[in-house]
């Protein structure tokens, strides 16, 4: 079975620019969170989906936007993209709300983002 | 106060050496409790969850204080492969993950 797949793995965009990255979660799994991971830090969450609904939102302007489809995957949008918008974007994906025993969080392989 | 706090790194030590990582948390409300490892420029993969009573899987070992509000992960018998970053985890149920800053351990022959 397929993992967490993310596309694109690599992208470099303009200040000011918009960016969509685009997550398809393990088959069967109906939540999908979005994290951000700048070098050197842990990664930080910024939106949670299940059943393609927001059900959680991180510390993050409202340049950062993100949707579910019904067939579960989803895109984190950002727009007029600043420099400090560099880094790793990972898309998790579990089979109901994270956390909680037995419910294993897999993270897709991540975009990196370089703005310049 | 970061709400996972992890010991600063990086941690350099021989093959073959015990190694332990420390990790506090602030939010009592946590429920779950994990340790995730990291390879240079790789997506987090679970380690392994963290209970109350303890628990060990192989050369690792895990331990929460709830009292305390402590993590901790030993690692025995240090191998070369093990050089990763260590991030602490955790999560109050339904909610997102917290992940610490994670600390670097550097593994040599």
């Known amino acids: 079975d397929a993992g967490v797949t993310q596309s694109p793995t690599h992208l470099i965009k303009t200040r000011g620019q918009h960016v969509t990255l685009r997550c398809s979660p393990i088959?069967?799994?109906?939540?999908v969170s979005w994290y951000q991971q700048v070098l050197g830090q842990g990664p930080q969450f910024i939106f949670q989906?299940?059943?393609?609904?927001?059900?959680g939102r991180g510390n993050f302007p409202d340049r950062f936007s993100a949707r579910q489809f019904p067939n579960y995957s989803s895109e984190l949008n950002v727009n007029a993209l600043l420099l400090g918008d560099s880094a790793l974007y990972l898309c998790?994906?579990?089979?109901?709300?994270?956390?909680?025993?037995?419910?294993?969080?897999?993270f897709g392989e991540g975009s990196w983002l370089t703005v310049v | 106060r970061k709400e996972v706090e992890q010991d600063p790194g990086p941690f350099n030590v021989p093959e073959g050496a015990t190694v332990a990582f420390n990790c506090t948390y602030s939010?009592?409300?946590?429920?779950?409790f994990f340790w995730y490892r990291q390879d240079c420029r790789k997506e987090p993969k679970l380690l392994m969850s963290?209970?109350?009573s303890g628990n060990e899987d192989g050369r690792f070992t895990a331990q929460l204080n709830r009292a305390s509000q402590y993590i901790s992960l030993l690692i025995r018998d240090s191998k070369l492969s093990d050089s990763a970053t260590y991030l602490c985890?955790?999560?109050?149920?339904?909610?997102?993950?917290?992940f610490g800053k994670g600390t670097t351990l550097s593994v040599s022959s």
């Open positions: 998790a994906s579990s089979l109901i709300s994270p956390g909680g025993s037995g419910n294993t969080i897999y």
């Open positions: 088959s069967g799994h109906k939540s």
């Open positions: 989906y299940y059943e393609k609904e927001e059900r």
């Open positions: 939010n009592s409300a946590s429920q779950s």
């Open positions: 963290v209970y109350s």
């Open positions: 985890v955790v999560n109050q149920a339904g909610t997102a993950l917290i």
